[in-house]
């Protein structure tokens, strides 16, 4: 019997995960829009084995570009132009379940499955926030629970088209001259309430049916939504303590879903800051710690927060005073996540920008690689993650340490493979089975 | 001073534009989905110094998958994949502005842009058909004018967001932490009848500021829409004396808009099926009639003229009453050249078939390479044409044959570039100069 495996992901974001590695003297400020530096990242991850890549997305310029890089590449678009550049490795596109078509997007995710090999993977987001709503025609964000319940129609519509098209469909007898068999089309006939589509997908059965479905959201809607669809899901967890608590929630969510838990991968993000000594890697978190400009994170946080500006100090706690989670409309879980942090550990403002500087609320690990594998290790064996999703600090520079000093020891303890072997699927990589079509299924 | 250039645009389309092409022994039924195929294709059109190769598109399942292969990549998706097997060709790509958000959509082409080296163009189509539209939510297509008027404003919309970064905007000053000007962001804040779009694009300035903008429809909105937006403009001219008339006629209408003539150039689509002698020319085009299922132009041909089944006999010529164009909310100039195509040659219904299977109203011409090289030439010189879109009735093998054929004579008459020199934005190819940011024109 073979141990149960780690699966890794590689989340890629520009010159790193911190917001001030940009400033590094090693760091291209022009990488966001660079294919050179993400096929490179693309080739680091491949040579340390990871499952998959992630690109997170949403259809707004987010940041002042005075502050630090802005705009990046739409992420189906660069992992198409990164799966003719990779052979094994998954392509896991973030795309906005609010700002999307159903019939355009599900095109898109089912082309780059084919162009990939089967190799696409869907981080589906609801997209909060008001100035992606105006980019839309809206005035407001959606209210949170509509935005889920969108998401679950939206899912619900691209199922159907990817499942319009039976496998076996294709007969391509030339003499005949008959391509396929019209019965194994199943046009989606849908009419919901946020969507109707008539007619099948205009674009052949892809390899993995559809892609990895990945989801990100950590509310108690997004869970429920998770625990339906998700067979991977992306989570910031700040201990082990709380990652096991989602852990065991998810896994039990899936359960009473009537799925099997195995079948939906949990992976907690971890920002590892590798030193060849802790000394090392505590010198290596200064450097960038020095290289946050506080004022920037302040407002940042006060939007998040939902405060008037100016309501934050930096050099004092956050107000004992907040909004409950239920108050906000926005991304819930974060916002919970962020408050919990301060309060712990009695953070000034100040700190807090320091600790979210490098992960948004990420874990920050910062240690030798022993150690960050050990950490893996733990939180592996421990029931609070089925992977992790690595989230370096900088890029490309962390990503190579990782893969050159902590790959290696999770290698020898068995828990991650050594190669790729004969290609597979992203599914395949997670060891998730491939869905059944929804009008074969009943059939076998 | 150089000769003026002749142009030249593949038109890429799975098997071949012959409807039965897909039925010859050396024809891949699964093409369409095959990356090698299309690899492999663009790889033919750079040895023959093409300026561009294209993707037609159409958000819905078009055709009956008995009939012939169906379905296709997502064609932004797919020049993606073809970006990095190129070094020099443009990599146009369909897309309609009835079924997309602008934001989404300019920031794939953008992202094209990037990712290919300033070679990306986009076909700007408006989409007939009622099984689009019900895809989408809509019950029956809008109305033809109603398509025109909101492709208008899609295009003032994408434009304000392609411009809505200055191209100098990024100063990368890593000292003082300051990475852009803000005062170089022009946020749209755009609130029209179709849309509403507020904030800046998520995607740094492009190499070609945007993508070349190609234009498609003939009918008079199309042309007054082509006069006012359009760079290049695909059309299906059936006789010398049509597109001379049509050239004329555009050309007149950019004088119009104030805009330089030379500026817009234009591409009939030519079908040539080539042979080393006459007689081998048009044995080709009989093999490729004789796999013709005409029961199936049948049907298509009467949903085309809006008739109702049972309307048509093979075995008939049309009947004498048909709708006036003004009658047409499809593709109105489509309507108006098949008509008058069956009109002018007296043709029964399975002629017409004929005709059509082989380039859908494109001119097909049959004979050698000498041959089909004059009838270019003919074209280029006595303004009824800038360039040629390109359509082999057979792919690759079709293309081949031009390439190694048709172009060394192109060549040798100083009509075409024998090789493709340093690197250029596709609007450098087709000898365009860069558009002008809004936000910047006016200060030079
Ligand atoms: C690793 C990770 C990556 C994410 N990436 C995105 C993203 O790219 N775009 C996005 O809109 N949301 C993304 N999210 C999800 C948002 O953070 C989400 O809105 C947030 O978790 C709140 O969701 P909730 O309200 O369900 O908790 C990501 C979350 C995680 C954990
Ligand atoms: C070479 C060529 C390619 C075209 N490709 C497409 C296409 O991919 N998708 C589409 O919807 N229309 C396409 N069209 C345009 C339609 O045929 C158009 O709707 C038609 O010309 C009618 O437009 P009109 O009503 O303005 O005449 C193409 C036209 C030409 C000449």
Chains 1, 2 share one sequence.
Do not use: C
Not at 71 to 86: H, K, M, N, S, V
């Amino acid at each position: 019997m073979t141990r149960r495996q780690l699966h890794l992901n590689a989340f890629l974001m520009n010159t790193g995960h911190h917001e001030a590695s940009w400033r590094l003297p090693e760091s291209n400020p022009y990488a966001s829009v660079n294919l050179d530096h993400y096929r490179n990242l693309a080739h680091i991850a491949e040579r340390g084995t990871f499952d998959s890549l992630f690109l997170a997305d949403g259809p707004v310029l987010f940041s002042q570009v005075g502050q630090r890089p802005s705009g990046a590449l739409e992420p189906i678009t660069l992992l198409t132009a990164l799966a003719t550049a990779t052979e094994h490795i998954g392509l896991i596109a973030t795309a906005s379940t609010s700002y999307n078509s159903p019939y355009n997007l599900a095109r898109r995710f089912a082309s780059l499955d084919h162009l990939s090999g089967g190799r696409a993977g869907w981080n589906i987001v609801t997209t909060a926030g008001a100035e992606a709503a105006r980019n839309f025609g809206l005035d407001d964000e959606p209210a949170h629970a509509t935005r889920y319940e969108r998401a679950a129609e939206f899912l619900d519509v691209a199922l159907k088209l990817w499942d319009s098209w039976e496998d076996d469909l294709v007969v391509a007898d030339k003499a005949a001259g008959v391509w396929g068999d019209q019965r194994k089309i199943h046009p989606p006939r849908h009419k919901g309430t946020y969507f109707s589509v008539e007619g099948a997908l205009n674009v052949p059965r892809s390899p993995q049916g559809y892609p990895l479905l990945v989801q990100a959201g950590s509310s108690q809607d997004g869970r429920r939504f998770a625990a339906r669809y998700a067979e991977a899901v992306f989570t910031a967890q700040q201990t082990l303590n709380d990652a096991q608590n989602f852990y065991a929630d998810l896994k039990s969510r899936a359960r009473e879903a009537d799925r099997d838990p195995d079948h939906i991968k949990i992976l907690p993000g971890i920002v590892p800051v590798i030193g060849s000594t802790e000394a090392e890697a505590r010198q290596h978190e200064q450097v960038l710690e020095d290289h946050i400009v506080y004022e920037h994170g302040l407002h940042r946080l006060e939007r998040l927060l939902q405060l008037e500006p100016g309501a934050l100090e930096l050099d004092a706690q956050l107000p004992a005073e907040l909004a409950p989670e239920s108050a906000i409309e926005g991304a819930k879980s974060r916002y919970t996540l962020i408050v919990e942090l301060a309060r712990r550990d009695r953070l000034t403002v100040r700190e807090l920008i320091g600790r979210l500087g490098g992960g948004r609320g990420h874990l920050t690990f910062t240690g030798t690689p022993e150690q960050v594998a050990d950490t893996i290790e733990d939180w592996f064996r421990r029931g609070a993650a089925d992977g992790f999703n690595i989230m370096p600090a900088v890029l490309p520079s962390g990503l190579d340490l990782f893969v050159d000093h902590v790959v290696p020891i999770l290698r020898a303890r068995g828990l991650l493979r050594t190669e790729y072997g004969p290609r597979q699927t992203l599914r395949e990589r997670y060891g998730l089975p491939r869905p059944d079509n929804q009008h074969t299924a009943a059939l076998v």
